[in-house]
T-cell receptor, first 111, second 113 residues
Framework: QQQVKQSPQSLIVQKGGISIINCAYE??????FPWYQQFPGKGPALLIA?????SEKKEGRFTISFNKSAKQFSLHIMDSQPGDSATYFC??????????FGTGTRLQVFP | GAGVSQSPSNKVTEKGKDVELRCDPI?????LYWYRQSLGQGLEFLIY????????KSGLPSDRFSAERTGGSVSTLTIQRTQQEDSAVYLC???????????FGPGTRLTVT
């Protein structure tokens, strides 16, 4: 019940396209859903996060869509750029507790 | 301001030796977390410190792993009698009290030969 399932494992997108990464969770007590971006050799960097009281949050080219009834949330990267090539992790937590991470998606954006 | 720092950045050790990994959280952050990232894997929670409360050790994989936090700031993760399966990147994160956002350090890459 603590798992967060992430898909796809890898994603190849052309420059200017839309990248979509999906996550699903089981624990309805989760109240915080962040996305992290990780470049090789670096620690994960917080990208954007959402709480279950809203269905969408947008920051620049990055949007989280949240479906509480389906227990799913997704990251959309609009106008994908080669500099977006990285590994993306979704996560979930409850009441500022530890983060439960998805298994990651390796995104490659080709020019 | 300064972010989370970790040292060393890389550590190579022989099987059976003990290692200590250090984390300096962001100033003012009272919550500190340790995670482990094995090659090609996601991040696995190890231990969580929040202020003066007893730490949440529920993610430690064996009794060879321990951690302490001195003065509510710096934390040290100790692995005793290291095994090859302990090879991974050990990541530290910190956050403000009652806020969810966790900020990660660059990690320590541990290689057990």
């Amino acid at each position: 019940q603590q798992q967060v399932k992430q898909s796809p494992q890898s994603l190849i997108v052309q420059k200017g396209g839309i990248s979509i990464i999906n996550c699903a969770y089981e624990n309805t007590a989760f109240d915080y859903f962040p996305w992290y971006q990780q470049f090789p050799g670096k620690g994960p960097a917080l990208l954007i996060a959402i709480r279950p009281d809203v269905s969408e949050k947008k920051e620049g080219r990055f949007t989280i869509s949240f479906n509480k009834s389906a227990k799913q949330f997704s990251l959309h990267i609009m106008d994908s750029q080669p500099g977006d090539s990285a590994t993306y992790f979704c996560a979930a937590s409850y009441n500022t507790d530890k983060l439960i991470f998805g298994t990651g998606t390796r995104l490659q954006v080709f020019p | 301001g300064a972010g989370v720092s970790q040292s060393p950045s890389n550590k190579v050790t022989e099987k059976g030796k003990d290692v200590e990994l250090r984390c300096d959280p962001i100033s003012g952050h009272t919550a500190l977390y340790w995670y482990r990232q094995s090659l090609g894997q996601g991040l696995e929670f190890l231990i969580y410190f929040q202020g003066n409360s007893a730490p949440d050790k529920s993610g430690l994989p064996s009794d060879r792993f321990s951690a302490e936090r001195t003065g509510g700031s710096v934390s040290t993760l100790t692995i005793q009698r290291t095994q090859q399966e302990d090879s991974a990147v050990y990541l530290c994160a910190s956050s403000y009290p009652v806020l969810d956002e966790q900020y990660f350090g660059p990690g320590t890459r541990l290689t057990v030969t």
